[in-house]
T-cell receptor
Framework: GAGVSQTPSNKVTEKGKYVELRCDPI?????LYWYRQSLGQGPEFLIY????????DSGLPNDRFFAVRPEGSVSTLKIQRTERGDSAVYLC??????????????FGAGSRLTVL | AQTVTQSQPEMSVQEAETVTLSCTYD???????LFWYKQPPSRQMILVIR??????QNATENRFSVNFQKAAKSFSLKISDSQLGDTAMYFC????????????FGQGTRLTINP
């Protein structure tokens, strides 16, 4: 597609429920990133995919968070047993493969998750 | 670990004025990249300008320019002839070009341009 698409735009769930957030990157972009932006803060890195594999998942806060990218395109961020502290905007970004030089990321509009 | 600090939570100027947003960072790396991103209410992060640390010349993009002081680890953004559409959150970010090339963001500055 022309840009990075994220669905749903907004998600309200109850504490303890399971949620999935989807990211559809720009066609041809092999690198995909997930960031979490809490209210009033800058985005924080969660996980990076190069192709189908998670090359860096050092930002995932705990084992309730998991992400997949089975075909190297669309990615899904999965959160189990949601807690109120998981409420945030989840941003996805994609780029061409990080090679020599800076990697310019294109961001989606994010999915706002609210856990009641 | 790298850190990025934006000391101005909010700023407000009149349309057509010039405004400067501050950013400092901490790193032991010698080669890196710095960015300014704009985030309007639509939530989408938009790249404003990028600076490569090994380049001494300050980056410029139309009305946007930076003052990069490598020794002081300072990276401020100047917006000239500000427009109503510049109203947004602005984030400074650091990137190590090795590995995952993940961005480290500051806390943001909320900029309001008044008519």
């Amino acid at each position: 597609g022309a840009g990075v698409s994220q669905t749903p735009s907004n998600k309200v769930t109850e504490k303890g429920k399971y949620v999935e957030l989807r990211c559809d990157p720009i066609s041809g972009h092999t690198a995909l990133y997930w960031y979490r932006q809490s209210l009033g803060q800058g985005p924080e890195f969660l996980i990076y995919f190069q192709g189908t594999g998670a090359a860096d998942d050092s930002g995932l806060p705990n084992d309730r968070f998991f992400a997949v990218r089975p075909e190297g395109s669309v990615s899904t961020l999965k959160i189990q047993r949601t807690e109120r502290g998981d409420s945030a905007v989840y941003l996805c970004a994609s780029s061409l493969s990080p090679a020599a030089g800076a990697n310019v990321l294109t961001f989606g509009a994010g999915s706002r998750l609210t856990v009641l | 670990a790298q850190t990025v600090t934006q000391s101005q939570p909010e700023m407000s100027v009149q349309e057509a004025e010039t405004v400067t947003l501050s950013c400092t960072y901490d790193t032991s790396e010698s080669n890196y990249y710095l960015f300014w991103y704009k985030q309007p209410p639509s939530r989408q992060m938009i790249l404003v300008i990028r600076q490569e640390a090994y380049k001494q010349q300050n980056a410029t993009e139309n009305r946007f320019s930076v003052n990069f002081q490598k020794a002081a680890k300072s990276f401020s953004l100047k917006i000239s002839d500000s427009q109503l559409g510049d109203t947004a959150m602005y984030f400074c970010a650091f990137m190590n070009p090795q590995g995952a090339q993940k961005l480290v963001f500051g806390q943001g500055t909320r900029l309001t341009i008044n008519p």
